[in-house]
């Protein structure tokens, strides 16, 4: 067998895109295509879709397909946590079942884990699954489910057992969301944007075989599935690109992103467009104003160093040596500089602050960032935790002493009784 | 911009921590700011002989180690968090930098060996009773007389002003004013006609001196009424220098607020296992970062030529008095009661942070000066 390497990869992959791509396929058929050259996914296993490359030579497949602009497999939304959680703890039924669908795209999945009782304290869920019979009856309520209300399966934590302590009482389900027992209705924000979902569990029902790895064993699994969510924050969303070219293909991958991206298209304002701040304070005047523009100087410093830091944070990463603390201050950063972004944006439009939509500056953009950047320090861990995150495990500093991780946790005070 | 240090720039900084950790503990820091002169001599000359510190950003031309202003602000940056007392920012920085942007090739041959060796205390007298950082504030005047010139007027917040051997001087032509009219001169120390008293400083660490001027006689360096420019690059390679120092300082304050909370024993735990506390460690962190990372951009902008090098020079001056100040407050507070006592250093620090705030020009001032750059250097950049 002849040695693998980045020649070889590309001679390869170019070679089977030379022969097989084609525009004017239907989206389905060539990513079914992918799966079974392996090519879609190549570092995955070859028997489960993949060629077994190091991930190291991926991002040469990758130029391959964006020099041939042709599509690749379905990697946007949850659905890439699924994969990456069934490949790890799945049984060979879940891999047989999911994962093609998964790369096709014919399915979207959502991740049921969040409750409104349980937000930072995701171990603390009260979503009750007990075995009846012959099958797992699910009982609660999950919140901020992205795509809840096109997805066919659901990643279900819930608990199992009550006499055991949280972390230990838990199980990770495959839930089939269209069933009558479950009823997604969308969660309006306070931006008046509906991006995510409730999902309301009344005798739901989940099949024995779909339980992953065992009952009780569910934290583990879950801490998978959060490892990618973090490793992915990013890529989730902006890889959704698109190519802006005529083609069967391409109009319904253009479809598929459009569905995907909804959610996230207040996202740029809820992190403060400090891109627009320098044009509206010339367009406004106010940039002759002293005060804003000691407000406007504040906000670049802060937003430039949060960029600094993230590229030495980068750098250290690419170049292998270990990581400074750098690495781990990019959320809470971003909190600070959406919070100030949103105050200047504030001062800049005076009386026009006032106003939303179409009567307001930008229809509606800055109006938008005013309402949007509360959403930065909470989603996807709350300032606070980033803060204790931040102490523990870059500065070592002690756990907070806790009262309810070593007894059952039916005895635990929470906010709600099940 | 490479946003990480080669690893002879670690290496750099590693010899040079554990070099003054060793010569610049805090007791020595206490006994060296007791006295008058406020560094020692002896000390001094032993720096520059093991390291060579005084020269790192000199051209080798002129007898310095050539580096640039990374490897300056590795030294500031650690000089800030051992709070050595030496005339190092009097000489390395201000008046070495003056003396390699405004001198003519004959005068940076005649001048900068000697502070490069660390023979010669040199600083540089720009700031008057006035107290403006910008060259509006210079009054001093300079007229011509024989072959030199004859400076009449006063210097104040001079950095080790009584104790330099060597005074590089701005001051303008009579009737002239702005950026117009002004040059660089020439002082030695004990000329006759210059008065230097020391000021009270708040901070007994930095020596700040009031230098009266009656006719004393002085050579130019440089052109005559063309030290505008010069003096501009000099106070924003000063401004740099300064913020790495003032990060170093920070970082320094908070590991030592770290290490008492992770001592500190109140109702049977230690301070630091509660969430108040490691939210402001964190934060802490977090400041410290930031204004680390804006240092060492704008000693790479410098290094580079980079267009925005000015707008981020005095961006990286702000963030890093702002950090500095705030930091030495939480320090202060994290230590409680005992923070607040003369026997605890953590006001050494702290009364750092409070004059170098305020030296350079505020951040209030560096926010401005930071406004009016950004959309030239922006212009410049994309062009």
Redesign the interface.
Known sequence: MSEINEASVRKEVRAWLEENWDPNRGLVEWRNMLADSGWGMPHWPKEWYGRDLPVGLTPVVEEEFRRMEAVGVAKAGIRMLAAATILAHGTDMHKQKFLRRILTGEDTWCQLFSEPGSGSDMAGATTRAEFRGNRWIVNGQKVWTTSAHHAQWGLLLARTDWDVPKHKGLSYFILDMNQPGVTVQPLKQMNGHASFNQVFFTDAEVEPEFIVTEPGNGWAVATTTLMHERRGADSLRTWAMGYDKPGRIYEEERAEIATVMEPYKWYPQRAGRVDLVLPRAKETGKIHDPIVRQEIAKLLTLAKSAEWTARRARAAQLSGKPQGPEGSLGKLASSHVARAAARVHSMISGADAMLTGADSPMNGVIAEILVSTPATSIAGGTDEIQRNIISERVLGMPKEPRTDTDRPFREVPKNTVT | ????FTDEQREFRDVLRRFLQNKSPPGEVRRLMETDQGWDREEWRKLNQDLGLTGVRVPEAYGGQGFGMVELGIVMEEMGRALLCAPYFSSAVLAATAIAEAGTEEQKRALLPSIAAGDTIATLAFTEDNGRWDTVGIEMTATPEGDGFRLDGTKSFVVDGHTADLIVVAARRQGSSGDDGLSFFTVAGDTEGLSRRRLETMDPTRKLARLEFRGVKASLLGSEGAAAAPLARTLDIAAVALAHEMAGGAERLREDA?DY??MRVQFG??I????V???K???M??DV???K??A??AAEACDENAPDFPA?AS?AK??ASDVYMQTAIHAVQMHGGIGFTWDNDTHLWFKRARSSEAFLGDP?YH??L??QR??TGEERASA
Do not use: I
């Not at chain 2, 911009?1 to 990480?4: G, R, S």
């Open positions: 911009m490479q946003f990480a770290l909370v992770n735990r230690t630091a296992s509660f969430q506390t490691k939210h460690a964190a934060d962190l977090l970062e930031l204004a990372s804006a060492y951009y981020v961006l702000a963030q209030a926010r401005e930071m406004m950004w959309d």
